[in-house]
């Protein structure tokens, strides 16, 4: 079967990336679950961190990544209802950990839940065919181009979660969101902008700033390592904005919370600048901001969105479509990080 695998750990990642045709078929489906014929899989920064290794995470190499794709049901397990063969589906990779639950245990009201990764904790996408629970499953029909849905699943689920379920954004708030290019960030203008909310955004890339005008944007700030958070708030009226959207971490934590207006959210879903961001606790409790923290999403959230990719309210932009062949090359675009929007693999 074809692959896209990781042959062994390291940084730079691409050099350790090959393209096979002998990769093993997968099983038939085990109870609850389908197999899947991949039409499109697409990258995550993810798939850089399981070529490099991820601390607390027991790799074995050679290995797939992928934790988005776009592809057709073609057998499905005991216990999985016939409806979802010749299905055109995405996939949630995010798969809920059943939580050991014991006697002097308090209760779990507030607890979050525990997510393994397709791609990262289990084989992933990058494969010609591969396995998924059915409860993860999203329908986008025969419609859809494959790329786009496949650009679309774990970026637009990621920024869903945080911004409506857990931010509870409201139509017409401000948002900024920081590092514009990237599929979370992206996904959250969208998201934004189908909110009919005003949005920032900041760069260290001009032309990603003018690529973020033309998807609707309505503001751009040039970060070259200054205190934009005048910035923000200027175009705001010195008000503040009312969300900050910020997967970077320690290079832009701060200057979002001095963006913020009173009562304003702080969202994260990841930190690829760095984890020990500099903070300020004044401004958090005198501002009475809310500071939140998320992971991926439900397959409720899941569906939820997938909904709205569907009715073509929201979409991610798609960087470049490679050849699944031409995989390597995807990689190294990745990892050269001056992509906007997805790179995606046609199968």
């Not at 899947?36 to 920064?45: D, G, K, P, R």
């Not at 998807?215 to 934009?228: S, T, Y």
């Amino acid at each position: 079967m074809r692959a896209l695998v990781v042959s062994k750990q390291g940084n730079p990642v691409t050099p350790n990336i090959t393209f096979r045709t002998d990769w093993p078929e997968p099983a038939a489906p085990a109870p609850g679950q389908v197999l899947i014929q991949t039409q499109a899989s697409a990258f995550n920064h993810m798939d850089l961190w399981v070529g490099m290794g991820i601390p607390g995470i027991d790799m074995t190499y050679p290995r797939v990544s992928g934790c988005d794709a776009c592809g057709l049901v073609i057998a499905v397990g005991a216990g999985v209802d016939s409806s979802w063969l010749n299905q055109r589906v995405i996939v949630n990779a995010a798969v809920r950990v059943p939580a050991a639950v014991k006697a002097s245990d308090p209760p779990g009201s507030s607890l979050a839940p525990i997510y393994e990764l397709i791609g990262e904790h289990h084989s992933g996408m990058f494969v010609a065919k591969f396995l998924a629970p059915a409860e993860n499953l999203a329908v986008v029909g025969p419609d859809v181009d494959a790329t786009d849905a496949a650009a679309f699943g774990l970026c637009g689920l990621t920024a869903y979660s945080m911004m409506m379920s857990k931010g509870d954004l409201r139509p017409g708030l401000s948002v900024l969101v920081t590092g514009i290019g990237g599929g979370v960030a992206t996904a959250a203008l969208s998201i934004a902008k189908h909110m009919g909310c005003p949005v920032v955004v900041t760069s260290r890339h001009q032309w990603k700033l003018d690529r973020a005008k033309e998807l609707g944007a309505d503001f751009g700030v040039l970060d070259k390592g200054q205190d934009w958070s005048k910035e923000v708030r200027g175009w705001s009226g010195k008000r503040g904005v009312d969300m900050a959207v910020d997967s970077s971490g320690k290079a832009t934590h701060l200057n979002s919370i001095k963006s913020l207006a009173r009562g304003g959210t702080y969202v994260t879903p990841g930190n690829t600048s760095g984890a020990d961001a500099t903070t300020d606790l004044s401004r958090i409790f005198w501002n009475q901001l809310r500071i939140l923290g998320s992971t991926m999403g439900s397959n409720d959230e899941f569906r939820e969105v997938a909904a709205l990719f569907r009715a073509g309210k929201v979409k991610l932009p798609v960087d470049q479509v490679f050849a699944a062949e031409e995989g390597v090359k995807a990689y190294a675009r990745i990892e050269a990080g001056e992509q906007f929007g997805k790179i995606v693999l046609r199968w």
